[in-house]
Nanobody, 123 residues
Framework: QVQLVESGGGSVQPGGSLRLSCTAR?????MAWFRQVPGKERDWVAYIYTRSGIQGYADSTKGRFAISQDNANNTLYLQMNRLTTDDTAAYYC???????????????????WGQGTQVTVSS
């Protein structure tokens, strides 16, 4: 079982930046970030295929967020820039330990999840 531990959430003003981290206990193939606000579905933010570094972004985060990895330490990052109030949510790290050749933006593709870290953007 892959254990994921997230950190880095907090409060920031609009236009600010935050960086989230997710440490995986074991190596995985696809890792992703999702976010969720109360009463709504969990939305995909970005993914990375850890073997190739190929990334994908949701339209709402493209150009503002950057996903990256430190393979030596099995750590996933999400650099979030130019944050807006719409980015307020609980952010979850997810991992797919199965080699599928490509990653998915569907939450159903990820078997393991972190506990979530809250990001609040407000003035």
């Amino acid at each position: 079982q892959v254990q994921l531990v997230e950190s880095g959430g907090g409060s920031v003003q609009p236009g600010g930046s935050l960086r989230l981290s997710c440490t995986a206990r074991d190596s995985t193939y696809c890792m992703a970030w999702f976010r969720q606000v109360p009463g709504k579905e969990r939305d995909w933010v970005a993914y990375i295929y850890t073997r190739s570094g190929i990334q994908g972004y949701a339209d709402s985060t493209k150009g503002r967020f950057a996903i990256s990895q430190d393979n030596a330490n099995n750590t996933l990052y999400l650099q979030m820039n130019r944050l807006t109030t719409d980015d307020t949510a609980a952010y979850y790290c997810a991992a797919d330990p199965i080699s599928r050749g490509l990653c998915s933006g569907s939450s159903r593709a990820y078997a393991y999840w972190g506990q979530g870290t809250q990001v609040t953007v407000s003035s």
